[in-house]
């Protein structure tokens, strides 16, 4: 009975001051609002990354060059030609560790189809490639094995290739120029957007190795390896394994540079999920600042209620009101106003969250454990803050406080 008194006295005392108790909580409203409404797009965001991450290939191992040095200057990652096709051919027959393996060749070239034309890079690939960078058609299907080996010009089309190329239109059966050698169009692959760096996935063509090998480069670079390991367990198994057949191969003596580069999606899911993660964290931080302010205000309101109140609480000890009593009331109203804030502002956040998801169309994810922090910590705020107030009301003088004006 005791505590229900309590709780009455403090949502009457609020009720009271309707619009003074909504001004003091509105700090803890936006504050757990804020916080709330960043951590779901933040969380949001790094789901979206993972996803496409994930969409950029199944376990998916990135084998290139290293950079090239001259007289003390090094170029950029990539400009050291030591890859070759004898390293597909070794990595497909020794690597035990991998699943598929394609060999890429990429070349930018301006595209001709009727009176339109478009630059966009072409990538020469095996057929295992639509599997390793999990490609789906859209229409028609993808190159064979017969079309690598007798080199035929046939080619596969990124859907914003086939947009700009071709809108509004069926391509597949048509001929384009590639450097003035003609392809015909097998297929269109399904869209996958732009990637978590900002890069159209979708701008590309997608040609037999051999024939963008011989037809449309120097018949002897391969600047990049792209392969998929049997499982994400065993990735970075893979990796070593590539290391060693490669170095063996390449005569590469201890302690020498490798002369190439292996990347893979953990890698660039850590990188990105990290900036991802500091910049919600950042954000959430700054938001928090609201929550302070919020529990600043609690307490100056708390103080001019203990001292609007002053004659009453001369009359509750007057009665037989202990100073416990006292400063569990104040306590226990500063609490009140603070998780009914913390209520509002969760509300408030959940329903932000999913505005600006959709007006910036990227996910959200509300974490439960979030929301239970949240008000956990608004409790918290009202304890703080409202501490000072209540034990001042507690260690009043009854008989001072009965003479208040």
């Known amino acids: 009975m005791k505590w229900r008194s309590l709780i009455v006295a403090a949502l009457r005392s609020i009720a009271r001051n309707k619009l003074r108790s909504l001004l003091t909580m509105l700090g803890v409203i936006i504050g757990v609002g804020a916080v709330i409404a960043l951590m779901a797009l933040g969380r949001g965001s790094q789901a979206d990354i993972q996803a496409q991450i994930a969409g950029l290939g199944t376990n998916l191992l990135i084998i290139h060059p290293s950079s090239s040095q001259t007289a003390g200057v090094r170029a950029g990652s990539g400009t050291l030609n030591t890859l070759s096709l004898d390293d597909v051919d070794l990595l497909r027959n020794h690597a035990t560790l991998l699943q598929d393996i394609s060999p890429v060749i990429r070349v930018q070239e301006q595209v001709i189809a009727g009176s339109s034309n478009w ?6 690939v095996s057929v295992s490639y639509q599997q390793i960078r999990n490609h789906l058609m859209e229409t028609g299907s993808f190159f ?37 050698v003609p392809f015909t169009v097998i297929g269109v692959l399904q869209s996958k957007g732009q990637s978590s760096m900002g890069q159209d996935q979708d701008d590309i063509i997608l040609a037999p190795w051999s024939t963008v090998l011989y037809r449309l480069s120097d018949g ?25 057949l490669l170095r063996e191969a390449h005569r590469i003596p201890p302690g020498a540079d490798d002369g190439f580069q292996i990347r ?30 919020g529990g600043i205000g609690i307490m100056n309101i708390m103080l001019v209620s203990v001292t609007e109140r002053t004659r009453e609480i001369g009359i509750r000890m007057a009665v037989g009101a202990r100073p416990a009593d006292i400063l569990w009331q104040f306590l226990i109203e500063a609490m009140i106003l603070s998780l009914i804030g913390g209520i509002i502002g969760i509300l408030a956040g959940v329903g932000g969250a999913a505005l600006l998801g959709k007006l910036m169309g990227t996910v959200i994810m509300v974490s439960p454990l979030v929301i239970l922090g949240s008000v956990a910590f608004t409790a918290a705020v009202g304890i703080f803050f409202g501490f000072y107030p209540a034990r001042k009301a507690a260690r009043l003088n009854p008989i001072d406080a009965l003479r208040y004006e």
């Open 264 to 293: 893979d999606q953990a890698e660039i899911n850590e990188v990105l999920t990290r900036i991802t993660g500091t910049l919600t964290m950042l954000l959430a931080a700054i938001a928090g600042v609201s929550l302070l302010v």
């Open 220 to 244: 002897k670079t391969v600047r990049t390896i792209m392969a998929s390991a049997v499982s994400e367990e065993q990735m970075e198994a893979a990796k070593n394994e590539i290391f060693s």
């Open 119 to 124: 630059n966009t890079q072409v990538n020469g």
């Open 144 to 180: 064979t094995e017969r079309d690598v080996k007798t080199r035929n010009k046939v080619a596969v089309l990124g859907k914003s290739v086939a947009t700009e190329l071709f809108p509004g239109q069926n391509p597949v059966g048509v001929q384009i120029r590639i450097r003035n």
